[in-house]
């Protein structure tokens, strides 16, 4: 029978049809005997069927002879903190993050997290779970319930400097997933070393039916919420999670939403202003604010093809100390390269702390310089075709071409990157110009390219 959830950097899927326990039984039954690890850490997110389909991961790891501490409720990062933190092998999160309500998948990782994607072990997995050419094994597994939290908690205080946080109000928007409980135990520790913080929390507490619908704050219609509390409580800054919160998104002081593409310059200014000289990987759909930022503090870029384990492993390869993607996925060294959604604004508050800035006024310059038209999906007949088409219309301009990820066209003045999606039939563009040397606006660019594609 052949398994429809297995994707290119994890496993997703709709629920009955494509994922169901017996599934996910034999996902961690294959994991178990391929990788032969003594013990991992399994959590899961809040949707409805998370719990159970765990319960029958757990099952199929024992079964393959695997120990498991079982971390219960938690966010994908809490996962990868236990995979690097912990004396384990591995660990497997349950989630399907931002997608729809009848969905569910896994994150999958191997010792020190480092991630199981489609090139590097997913699809061993994928075979022998649907071969179900299991061994028998003579020792099963245990379970036991393992509290993460304190720990976690104590890691991601070691990326701020308590005593010099000033005084501000934060919004707070877990958007009924898996953020909440972390939330809570950042206020309860923030209270207790006098970091003169206010929480402002709303749809904090956990809820798998999403009564304020699926937390997806990269969709417009879902910041509002957002938004308007930081405005109504005159709050400092505004935050807001998607369900497994591994990504995290900012709002300034006026409620206005920032762009992932300017916190990547944001966070490389806040590890370059502590140690100047490091390096900082990124992604190249957008890139001149980036540039801009780290040669201004004396860092060295390295750019990536997109996605989660191309990132990481160019993070390893250079040791760099981040590395920042567009799309609000943002990497750590100290996180063992992963992503993480509670360092991200840790540090802003950070900055804004030792720069004594607003953080509109510490993005305003950014978002001045470089305006960049955030991300538009089409969808396409042929993504392939379509990126060709693009390509034969700018030919006679002579652009400067990158390859790294999909086609990067730079024009000097303005620039596009255009990618066909990994998990999508989409075709993803994205364009950014310098204001300073453009007449142009970024409608007219953005124009010029819906016609073409269209």
Known sequence: MKFTCF????????????????IAYKIGRAYGQIYQPKT???GCDVR????????????????????????????????????????????????ASHNPMDYNGMKLVRENARP???????????????????????????????NILPEYIEHLLTYIDPAKIRPMKLVMNAGNGAAGHVVDALETKFKALNIPVEFIKIHNDPDGNFPNGIPNPILVENRAATANAVIEHNADAGI??????????????????????????????????????????????????????????????????SGHSFIKEMMR?????????????????????CDSGMIPWLLAISVMSETQQSLSSLVENMIEKFPCSGEINFKVENTQVTIQKIMDHFTNQNPSIDTTDGISLDFGAWRLNVRASNTEPLLRLNIESQSAQNPKSMEEYVQVLTEIIQ
Request: hydrophobic share 35%; proline share 1%; glycine share 12%.
């Open 7 to 22: 994707k290119a950097y994890d496993i997703r899927g709709k629920l009955g049809t494509e994922l169901n326990e017996e």
């Open 40 to 42: 991992i850490v399994v």
């Open 48 to 95: 409805l069927t998370s719990e159970s389909l765990k319960q029958a991961t757990i099952n199929g790891l024992n079964d393959a002879g695997v120990n498991v501490l079982d971390l219960g409720l938690v966010g994908t990062e809490e996962v990868y903190f236990g995979a690097f933190h912990l004396d384990v092998q591995g660990g497997i999160e349950i989630t």
């Open 116 to 146: 199981i994607g489609a090139e590097s072990g997913l699809k061993e997995i994928q075979t022998l779970a649907e071969s179900g050419n299991f061994d028998e094994v003579q020792n099963k597994g245990t379970t036991k319930f393992y």
């Open 240 to 305: 807001a999670w998607d369900g497994d919160f591994d990504r995290c998104f900012l709002f300034d002081e006026k409620g206005q939403f920032i762009e992932g593409y300017y916190i990547v310059g944001l966070l490389a200014q806040a590890f370059l202003l502590k140690q100047s000289g490091e390096k900082i990987v990124h992604d190249p759909r957008l890139t001149w604010n980036t540039f801009d930022i780290i040669n201004q503090y004396n860092g060295i870029a390295i750019q990536s093809k």
């Open 317 to 337: 390869e250079h040791n760099a100390i981040y590395g920042g993607e567009m799309s609000a996925h943002h990497y750590f060294r100290d996180f063992s390269y």
